[in-house]
């Protein structure tokens, strides 16, 4: 974080400190999380399978209320949800869903404009049910994105994609990020996507914040040393052995 003479530069789009949650008497699942993300960083989070990615992210979505009082936590006003299905309201046209609970007599161009963005420009009038796995993802995206949220907030929302959508949807939410600089917190299970996607990829570990790394390379391909390096130091901590990272 950039400071100066100890004095905050960077605004901050989330603050959580000493985060703790749990669901029985075994022990927690968020044992003391600290985190910050800047105004229009791109953090990834990592961390094996039950380490509570999605319970960081439902406790920053607001969307479970009993972690009040178990930490402190700051968002902005502003924040969106996408998820690993796109969650359409299958009675409602793209459109209709895009714009659904905006106000403001100019919300269907903001929803024709964002459709657009994201590469369904024409399906405007299309139901949920026309639209490929992709296609539902890309009109999730600008359901979130209308709404010029301060703080997105991505649970594996490639999950279900085959491997050439996502490919495609990487470069699409890139694009999207970069025209809105929304900070964002992409929930993943691919560590490659993290570093193609993220300037910070975090690992939790054990309801912390194990690996914190910032990813600063010029080209982000997968061909590159230090690509490589970093791959190599989030598997290691995944517990990922040599033979299955082909
Ligand atoms: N509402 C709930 N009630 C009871 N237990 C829960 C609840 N939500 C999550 N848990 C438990 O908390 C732990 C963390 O779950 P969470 O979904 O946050 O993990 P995750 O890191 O996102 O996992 P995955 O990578 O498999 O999606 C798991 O053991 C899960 O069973």
Known sequence: MATDAGRLTTELAVRVRDLHRSFNADGGVLNGLDLDIAAGEFVALIGRSGTGKSTLLRALAGLDRDVAGHGRITVPEQVSVVFQ????LPWKRVLDNVTFGLRGSDSADRGRQALEEVGLAGRERAWPYQLSGGEQQR???ARSLVREPQLLLADEPFGALDALTRIRMHALLRKLCEAHRPAVLLVTHDV?????????VILLDAGVVAIDVRVELARRSRSDAEFAKLRTLLLDKLGVDEEARR
Do not use: G, K, M, T
């Open 139 to 141: 009109a999730a995206l």
């Open 85 to 88: 299905d796109s969650r359409l």
């Open 192 to 200: 490659d996507e993290a570093i193609v996607l993220a300037d910070r």
